[in-house]
C-alpha cells in the first residue's frame, strides 16, 4: 500500500529538484500465480488496474505481438495511473531509459511538467512521454527470479507476495497494523498453521476439493493459508476484536 502510495504531490513535480520514485518489482511466490489477484482481494491494486500481458504461446511469438505490447505500454506511460506488466520476457528491453528513470524534462506553454523517456522499437528509436504520476509494476515469477539479469532486477523496488499474504494483511488490519507482518505470518500465524496442518492431513487432502499442498521450499500450501484467512475474516472474529 505505501508503494502504492508513493506518489509525488503536485508541488513536488513542479520542483526543478522532482525525482521520479522506482518502479516497483512484484515476486509472485503463489503456487498459481494468483499474486496480482491476491493483491486485487485484498483492495491493494484496484480491480480495474491495467495490466498487460505477454504472451508466451507459440502464436504470440510474433514481431506484430511484441510491438502491440511495447505500443501498450508506452500508451499507458503517457497517463497517470498504475499499469501491470506480467511474463514479460524480453517485452522490457527497449524501456531501459524509462526503467531506469533516464527523462528529459519538459515544460509545456501552460506551465506543466512532463517527461520524455527514448523507447526502442526494432531498429528504431522514439522519445516517448511519460506522465509524472505514471507507476508501473512488473510481476515475475519466483521460480523465474533467478534467470533474470542482475541490472534489471536493480531498477526495481522489489516486493514479495506469496500464499500467506491475504491472511498476513487481514490480521495486520484486525490490529491495526500494531504489529509487524513478518512477526504475524512467522510468530502468530505460522504457529497456527503448523496446528492446522495435521487437521487437514486427519481429514486427507483428497476429500478437501481444491487442496493445494505446499509447494517445493514451502512450509504451508495455499489450502492452509486459505482457511486461515477465512477465519480472520468471519463475523464472529471482528466482534470479538472490537
Given at each position: 500500500q505505501d508503494a502504492i502510495a508513493d506518489l509525488s504531490s503536485d508541488i513536488d513535480i513542479q520542483s526543478e529538484n522532482f525525482q521520479p520514485?522506482?518502479?516497483?518489482?512484484?515476486?509472485?511466490?503463489?503456487?498459481?500465480?494468483?499474486?496480482?489477484?491476491?493483491?486485487?482481494?485484498?483492495?491493494?491494486?484496484?480491480?480495474?488496474?491495467?495490466?498487460?500481458?505477454?504472451?508466451?504461446?507459440?502464436?504470440?511469438?510474433?514481431?506484430?505481438?511484441?510491438?502491440?505490447?511495447?505500443?501498450?505500454?508506452?500508451?499507458?506511460a503517457a497517463h497517470p495511473g498504475i499499469v501491470v506488466v506480467t511474463d514479460f520476457g524480453g517485452a522490457l528491453d527497449g524501456f531501459y531509459d524509462l526503467l531506469?528513470?533516464?527523462?528529459?524534462?519538459?515544460?509545456?506553454?501552460?506551465?506543466?511538467?512532463?517527461?520524455?523517456?527514448?523507447?526502442?522499437?526494432?531498429?528504431?528509436?522514439?522519445?516517448?512521454?511519460?506522465?509524472?504520476?505514471?507507476?508501473?509494476?512488473?510481476?515475475?515469477?519466483?521460480?523465474?527470479?533467478?534467470?533474470?539479469?542482475?541490472?534489471?532486477?536493480?531498477?526495481?523496488?522489489?516486493?514479495?507476495?506469496?500464499?500467506?499474504?491475504?491472511?498476513?494483511h487481514r490480521a495486520g488490519q484486525l490490529v491495526d497494523m500494531r504489529i509487524k507482518p513478518d512477526v504475524l505470518r512467522d510468530h502468530i500465524l505460522g504457529e497456527a498453521a503448523k496446528r492446522l496442518e495435521p487437521l487437514v492431513q486427519l481429514l486427507s487432502p483428497a476429500s478437501l476439493i481444491g487442496y493445494q499442498g505446499p509447494a517445493k521450499h514451502a512450509e504451508f500450501g495455499q489450502t492452509i493459508w486459505s482457511l486461515l484467512h477465512r477465519a480472520l475474516g468471519s463475523p464472529k472474529m471482528e466482534e470479538a476484536l472490537r
Open positions: 520514485c522506482r518502479f516497483k518489482m512484484i515476486v509472485d511466490e503463489t503456487d498459481d500465480g494468483s499474486a496480482i489477484r491476491m493483491l486485487q482481494d485484498m483492495a491493494i491494486l484496484p480491480n480495474g488496474v491495467n495490466i498487460i500481458e505477454v504472451s508466451d504461446l507459440p502464436g504470440d511469438r510474433s514481431q506484430m505481438h511484441a510491438s502491440e505490447v511495447v505500443s501498450a505500454i508506452r500508451l499507458a531506469n528513470l533516464r527523462y528529459i524534462r519538459t515544460r509545456g506553454q501552460d506551465g506543466s511538467v512532463g517527461f520524455l523517456a527514448t523507447v526502442a522499437a526494432g531498429r528504431h528509436s522514439v522519445l516517448a512521454p511519460v506522465h509524472p504520476r505514471f507507476q508501473m509494476f512488473v510481476c515475475v515469477r519466483a521460480q523465474d527470479l533467478p534467470s533474470l539479469p542482475l541490472p534489471l532486477l536493480n531498477r526495481f523496488e522489489k516486493y514479495r507476495i506469496g500464499s500467506w499474504s491475504a491472511a498476513v
